[in-house]
C-alpha cells in the first residue's frame, strides 16, 4: 500500500497569505496525485489533478506541482473561503490512498 | 443536474447488515467506474473500493474485503454498498464518487450517508 504523508496537520494563515501543503508517497507514483478541498459538512471537492493540471470552475491561487514521491498544493492570495481541510490522494495503485489532511484556518 | 445521491444510511445495531444506494443522474452512468470511500467522524478519507464500468470486476480495500460487496445496476444508473457484520469502527459518512477510468481523480462526489453502528 501506498502510504501519503502530509505537512503540516495544521495551517494558520492571514487573508492575501500564501498557503503551502506537501504530500509526500512512501514509493514513486509518476504524476498520479490529486488534490481535494473539503469544507465541513461537506463532500470533497476536486481541486488539483494529476498533480498539476487545472480543474474547471477552481480559481487560479490554487495550483499544484511535483512528480515522483514528491507534490505540493500552494494556495496564493488566501481567501477566507478557503478555510477547509485538504487531501492529497494517490491514483497509481490500489489500494487508493489518501493522505492524513491539512487543515487550512483563516488569521 | 450532474449530481450523485445516496441513500440508505442510518442507525444499526453491530453484526448486522445494511445497504447503501447512490443513483447518478445528468451524465453517463455506465461511462464511470464508481467507487465507495468513507470518512469516519472528525477524520480522514478512507478507499472501500471500485466497480468497473459494466459491473464485471470489483476491488476492495482489506479492512473491507469479505464483508462488503460493491454492485451496480447500469439500467438505473445505481450503485450500491451492500455491508455486512458491520462493526462500531465502520461508523462513518459513507460517499459514492465517479472516475472517468478504473482509477483516476475523483471528480464527482455524493453528498454523503452517514451509518453509525451502535447497540
Known amino acids: 500500500e501506498i502510504v501519503l504523508t502530509q505537512s503540516p496537520d495544521f495551517q494558520s494563515v492571514t487573508p492575501k497569505g500564501k498557503v503551502t501543503i506537501t504530500c509526500r508517497a512512501s514509493r514513486d507514483i509518476g504524476g498520479s496525485l490529486h488534490w481535494y478541498q473539503q469544507k465541513p459538512g461537506q463532500s470533497p471537492k476536486l481541486l488539483i489533478k494529476y498533480a498539476s493540471q487545472s480543474i474547471s470552475g477552481v480559481p487560479s491561487r490554487f495550483s499544484g506541482s511535483g512528480s515522483g514521491t514528491d507534490f505540493t498544493l500552494t494556495i496564493n492570495s488566501l481567501e477566507a473561503e478557503d478555510a477547509a481541510t485538504y487531501f492529497c490522494h494517490q491514483s497509481s495503485n490500489l489500494p487508493l490512498t489518501f493522505g492524513g489532511g491539512t487543515k487550512v484556518e483563516i488569521k | 443536474q450532474v449530481q450523485l445521491v445516496e441513500s440508505g444510511g442510518g442507525v444499526v445495531q453491530p453484526g448486522r447488515s445494511l445497504r447503501l444506494s447512490c443513483v447518478g443522474s445528468?451524465?453517463?452512468?455506465?461511462?464511470?467506474?464508481m467507487h465507495w470511500v468513507r470518512q469516519a467522524p472528525g477524520k480522514g478519507l478512507e478507499w472501500l473500493g471500485v466497480t468497473l464500468f459494466d459491473g464485471s470486476n470489483e476491488f476492495y480495500a482489506d479492512s473491507v474485503r469479505g464483508r462488503f460487496t460493491i454492485s451496480r445496476d447500469n439500467s438505473k444508473n445505481t450503485l450500491y454498498l451492500q455491508m455486512n457484520s458491520l462493526r462500531p469502527e465502520d461508523t462513518a459518512t459513507y460517499y459514492c464518487a465517479r472516475v472517468l477510468s478504473v482509477a483516476g481523480s475523483f471528480d464527482l462526489w455524493g453528498q454523503g450517508s452517514l451509518v453509525t453502528v451502535s447497540s
Open positions: 445528468g451524465f453517463a452512468f455506465s461511462d464511470f467506474a
